[in-house]
């Protein structure tokens, strides 16, 4: 995919100063219909088969979610939101994880914000739980693994495609910044769906209206990525919790910054940097990325994983490198599972160390030459695995 040049944004804007400001700067994630054609590096691009490309997802339940009258939404509406909550925030970390594994060097300032970020998903997917399982559910990891390529969970930001390949300014765009997307950007046109922003706003104003009884019974915890996770005891724990997720995510109304990270860039805005290779500043016409520069990164050329995976290889070593990653994926999913269907911080700590288990396989598939596609390479393919049965 060539690069398309960001297009004015057009429309009216209605609340967000800084957001206008900084979405001016950025212009509207471009969004691919299918599963774009990345290119690896300034030259390459990935040939894909048009089998690649997935249909149009239906209507999301969030917006099913979104349609129920406020005073509808009881006990079971949170516990359904937060469960689909679960399976956003554990969508996220996938693509991140390519596209910071792809990053030859680590010591850049590139695969920094993008490795705080993942950290920062990690403990955003721990906040959900917690939240479901101080209103009585009990969080469902596995089951919620997304398919890559495919939509976000729900229905959030019908369009967007979330697929799996190296680091590239098309992936950064259409990807990353996607995903993150601040609720009130200025817009190439109406918001057709809701943003994460909005469906954590709906699960925010739920509780203050609900009130439900919170249990500490079953949360965790423990430190994830860089923060401290700690039990949901009370309304006021749940919206300062709900609000680190949509402002690590999307940042302030005021500033490009996370307030609880010491002024780290919201992940929106870091991605942003990347894009346009210069940091994000504060000008008389408002925040524009006319900064220092932030140089992109060398990157191995991972080519994006078609629907369905990587066509059988014929190689034993390749096919053994997507099932040992498969495998080690599928371990962290049902040990979080078991974090929060009482295993605690124990086995919230194991499934952390399986996580890391996962990038040798995955940086060796990177190097790995695809056939079919000369100057590319193989990923990992993020699939859960079915749980062995226990042998009596």
């Known amino acids: 995919m060539s690069e398309v040049p ?14 206008a400001s900084a979405a001016l700067a950025t212009g509207a994630p471009a969004v691919a219909a299918g599963v ?88 955003h997917l721990s906040i959900a739980c917690n939240l479901l399982v101080a209103v009585g559910g009990r969080p469902q990891i596995k089951a919620a693994a997304p398919v890559f390529p495919g939509p976000l969970p729900g229905g959030v930001r019908a369009g967007v495609n979330v697929y799996l390949a190296g680091l590239s300014k098309a992936y950064v765009r259409d990807v990353m910044m996607a995903i993150e997307a601040p609720e009130e950007p200025l817009t ?28 500490v019974r079953g949360q965790v915890s423990e430190h994830v990525g860089g923060d401290d996770l700690r039990p949901i005891e009370n309304l006021d724990h749940v919206e300062r919790a709900i609000e680190i997720i949509r402002e690590q995510g999307e940042g302030t109304s005021s500033s490009p910054a996370d307030p609880y990270e010491d002024d780290e860039r919201a992940h929106y805005y870091a991605f942003g940097e990347i894009y346009h290779g210069r940091e994000l500043r504060e000008t008389e016409e408002g925040w524009r990325y006319v900064g220092g520069p ?64 996962l990038e040798r396989p995955a940086v060796e598939l990177m190097e790995t030459p695809l056939p079919y596609a000369p100057g590319h390479t193989y990923g990992p393919q993020f699939r859960a695995l079915p749980r062995p049965p226990r042998v009596s």
Request: proline content about 9%; charged content about 20%.
């Open 6 to 19: 960001d297009r004015p944004a057009v429309g009216p804007f209605r609340r967000r100063s800084f957001l």
């Open 36 to 123: 774009p054609v990345v290119a690896a590096g300034p030259a390459q691009a990935a040939t894909l088969p048009e089998s690649a490309v997935p249909t149009a997802p239906a209507v999301g339940s969030v917006a099913r979610l979104l349609a129920v009258a406020e005073n509808g939404r009881g006990v079971e509406w949170l516990r359904s939101s937060l469960q689909l909550a679960v399976g956003l925030e554990l969508a996220t970390i996938p693509p991140y994880l390519c596209g910071w594994w792809s990053v030859k060097d680590r010591g850049s300032e590139v695969a920094r914000m993008i490795r705080r970020i993942v950290g920062d998903e990690m403990f």
């Open 188 to 215: 190439r046109g109406a918001q057709t769906s809701p943003t994460v922003g909005e469906f954590y706003a709906a699960i925010q104003e739920a509780f203050q209206t609900v009130r439900p009884e919170l249990s």
């Open 294 to 357: 932030v140089p992109f990164p060398d990157v191995r050329p991972m080519a994006p994983v078609p629907v369905g995976g990587w066509p059988t290889p014929q190689d034993d070593h390749v096919r053994g490198l997507l099932h040992r990653f498969d495998a080690t994926y599928s371990t962290v999913l049902d040990t979080l599972d078991s974090a929060w269907a009482g295993g605690g911080h124990r086995a919230l700590n194991a499934a952390e160390h399986a996580m890391r288990g």
